[in-house]
Structure formats: structure tokens, C-alpha cells
């Protein structure tokens, strides 16, 4: 039989005590109420900004947009195939935003600007809030 020493048990638990993180985070979590149609009702994410990205936990993607005094309305940037009711759904705090780059110029791309033309990745440095004012001169043609 294996025996410890009270000394050794001590420093264990010192150890540990140093190692403890007490950092805490604050995640505005809701439940889906209803799905269908692109659309999902989320109660519960009562600090969710108006074109938040929030994130459901079959890693489906929406942005908020009907913001009611009881629920939230989510438009979905995917096809939303595994969201039910009862699915737990978590705020970003990232406001939707798009990349901005030359490199779009003749690309393929989905709804959350990923490229689907099997042409590779495209390399951004900037990005656009979705609702922000058009630029002030047109774009060349």
C-alpha cells in the first residue's frame, strides 16, 4: 500500500490553489422557441445587439434581428437542418461584418463571404459592418 505524507498532500493542494483560475465569463445564452423558414425564435438572449451574430450549438451561424420584448427573431446563415426547439444559442457580441478585399472580384462565395468556387481562400486585411452607408464614389467599371 502506497503511503502519502501530510507534507506532500499540503503541496499538492497549494499547488493546486496557486494553479486556480478564477476568472469568470458571462455568456448571454438563450433556447430556441421555434424554427422554420430561415427564421428562429430565441428567448433568453435578453443583451443581444440589434444585427448581432449569434451562434447555435450545432455551430449554425444567424443574425439578430427582431428584437421583442420576449424573444429574439434570428435570420439563418445556414441551412439550420439540426437547430430544434429547446437548442441552446449564445450572443458573439460581434456585430455581423463582411471582409471587403479586390480579391472578391469575380469569386464565388456563400452568405457568410466563404468561397465556394473551389478556387482556394481569399486573403482579407479589412472589413465592413453588413449595415454600414455605401462608399461615397461608385466602384469602376
Do not use: C, W
Not at 1 to 8: G, N, P, S
Not at 61 to 72: D, F, K, M, R, W
Not at 97 to 109: D, F, H, K, T
Amino acid at each position: 500500500m502506497v503511503t502519502i505524507r501530510a507534507d506532500e498532500i499540503s503541496n499538492i493542494i497549494r499547488e493546486r490553489i496557486e494553479q486556480y483560475n478564477r476568472k469568470v465569463k458571462i455568456v448571454n445564452t438563450g433556447t430556441v422557441l421555434q424554427v422554420g423558414d430561415g427564421i428562429a425564435r430565441i428567448h433568453g438572449l435578453d443583451k443581444v445587439m440589434a444585427g448581432e451574430l449569434v451562434e447555435f450549438e450545432e455551430g449554425t451561424i444567424g443574425i439578430a434581428l427582431n428584437l421583442e420584448s420576449n424573444n429574439v427573431g434570428v435570420v439563418l446563415m445556414g441551412d439550420g437542418l439540426m437547430i430544434q426547439e429547446g437548442s441552446s444559442v449564445k450572443a458573439t457580441g460581434k456585430i455581423a461584418q463582411i471582409p471587403v478585399s479586390e480579391a472578391y472580384l469575380g469569386r464565388v462565395i456563400n452568405a457568410l463571404a466563404k468561397p465556394i468556387d473551389g478556387r482556394g481562400e481569399i486573403s482579407v486585411s479589412e472589413s465592413r459592418l453588413i449595415e454600414s452607408p455605401v462608399p461615397d464614389r461608385p466602384v469602376k467599371q
